[in-house]
């Protein structure tokens, strides 16, 4: 079967790690701003305010993506850019921006998917609580109906939230993230609740605000856990240990079922109702009833996953990993199965389509002595990884589009600068793009699955 022949073959970036221009044109400031201006939170102190220089070079760069045979380019609009409070006063030169960015992708032929939080959250918002207070719900609608007023007579595909379990996770119980705090459990599932309403109401705004049919979906992240072997057991145990909740800890904040069912199923799953009933906020029926407003598709963020096994009474077991097994430069395990199961599952359960939205590794790159930057790992988990996503297409799974992460090296948040997963070379010092040996690579596989 493989790939349909209008499936989108894109990349993705987000706009506090490319853009910089970060006090530039009546943009307010966020919390990434604040938090990385103070010493102690990001490797080597690096901070966002000049990143890729996008802001100003963003026309060589959709340049770039056009010669690099891109269909279409993910990228997320900050907030506090066009309301500089977050909420109230327009912000013209961050909407030309935007605007401008637009057109220029569509003069390309390159079709703009705009992400709506990409996690740097007005700082003004924040200083009233953030997603703690319940006007979030209401603050983030709005700003979400103006994208699409402004935008949606030429941009017709939109993402609410990319990765919820990071921008609360990471930042507000381990504090890693802006804007670096380390809250208890009932606050934690508060501004889960609040970020799920949020996300309803933006759907319910955006469509009564659309100038024409528009396509709206979210992007979690997914841990696409995939079976030891194919056999029923050992699928269904891993169907287990990707929908469960966790217990109380770090965990729960990656349980795909707690962040997914209210949004598509239109109920919480009823494991974690128990387990963490005691600390939940008031849960109505109309709140369900807004959170789950239907969407369009299913995004998901795939970077890895672990491998289970049917174990003592048929409960998952994560099998563990031979010593030596590949691993990018941050770490992570390179698992390309779940490019392939991760996809099937959420198919099964949530029955979207599905859209890749992020999938990429960082390598250590560095430009070689012939000037060209060789990134043969790139190469190699792209085309296993895609050979997987292939195989779930195969498998009767309706995807419509894969995006990688990174159109270019970028500002990887708490690691600053010092991880690189673009497949365009960016050189801090002179902003000069090198197109790394997978650029061209893609390049290839991109004309040669679009029949
Ligand atoms: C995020 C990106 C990030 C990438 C690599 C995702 O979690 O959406 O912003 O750069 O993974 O860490």
Same mark, same amino acid.
């Given at each position: ?45 690096? $901070? #966002?305010?000049? !990143? ?5 070079? /963003? &026309?060589?760069?959709? =340049? ?109 119980? $381990? #504090?890693?993230? !802006? ?5 208890? /459990? &009932?606050?934690?599932? =508060? ?109 998901? $963020? ?150």
């Amino acid at each position: 079967m493989s790939f349909k022949k209008d499936f989108v073959w894109g990349v993705a970036t987000a706009s506090y790690q490319i853009e910089g221009a970060w006090d530039k044109d009546g943009k307010g400031l966020n919390i990434w701003d604040v938090f990385c201006h103070e010493p102690g939170h990001i490797t080597e102190n690096h $901070n #966002g305010d000049i !990143a890729c220089d996008h802001y100003n070079r /963003y &026309k060589e760069d959709v =340049q770039l993506m056009k010669e690099l045979g891109i269909k279409a380019y993910r990228f997320s609009i900050s907030w506090s850019r066009i309301f500089p409070n977050g909420t109230g006063q327009i912000n013209e030169k961050g909407v030309k921006f935007y605007s401008d960015l637009i057109d220029e992708l569509l003069a390309n032929g390159i079709e703009p998917y705009i992400t709506l939080f990409h996690w740097d959250y007005p700082y003004q918002l924040h200083k009233k609580g953030g997603w703690l207070n319940d006007d979030s719900v209401e603050w983030f609608s709005n700003y979400a109906a103006k994208v699409v007023e402004l935008f949606s007579d030429r941009a017709v595909n939109y993402i609410t939230f990319n990765e919820p379990q990071c921008f609360i996770g990471l930042a507000y119980f $381990n #504090g890693a993230h !802006a804007p670096g705090l380390k809250v208890g /459990y &009932k606050d934690i599932f =508060q501004m889960c609740h609040n970020v799920l309403k949020a996300h309803g109401a933006a759907v319910k705004a955006m469509r009564a605000n659309a100038k024409q049919k528009i396509k709206i979906g979210f992007s979690p992240a997914v841990e696409a856990n995939y079976p030891a072997t194919e056999t029923f057991k050992d699928i269904e145990a891993t169907r287990r240990a990707i929908f469960n909740c966790a217990p109380l800890g770090w965990g729960i904040m990656w349980s795909i079922a707690w962040w997914c069912d209210p949004i598509v199923l239109g109920c919480y799953p009823k494991d974690g109702l128990e387990m963490y009933k005691e600390y939940l906020p008031e849960i109505t029926s109309e709140d369900m009833e807004l959170i789950s407003q239907p969407i369009d598709f299913f995004g998901m $963020n795939v970077y890895n996953g672990k491998e289970i096994a049917a174990g003592d009474s048929d409960n998952p077991e994560f099998v563990k990993r031979k010593p030596g097994s590949p691993k990018t430069a941050i770490q992570w395990s390179v698992t390309p199965k779940c490019l392939q199961w991760g996809p099937r599952f959420m198919a099964e359960r949530y029955k979207l389509p599905i859209i890749i939205t992020e999938n990429g590794m960082s390598a250590h790159d560095t430009v070689s002595i012939d000037g060209k930057v060789h990134d043969p790992n790139r190469i190699d988990f792209l085309n296993r990884y895609l050979l997987e996503l292939e195989k779930a297409v195969d498998a009767g799974v309706d995807v419509l589009g894969y995006f990688l992460w990174s159109f270019m090296d970028n500002f990887e948040w708490a690691y600053g600068y010092t991880e690189r997963f673009g497949i365009v070379y960016v050189d801090y010092d002179t902003q000069v793009r090198i197109p790394k040996d997978s650029a061209y690579w893609y390049k290839e596989w991109i004309e040669s699955h679009n029949g």
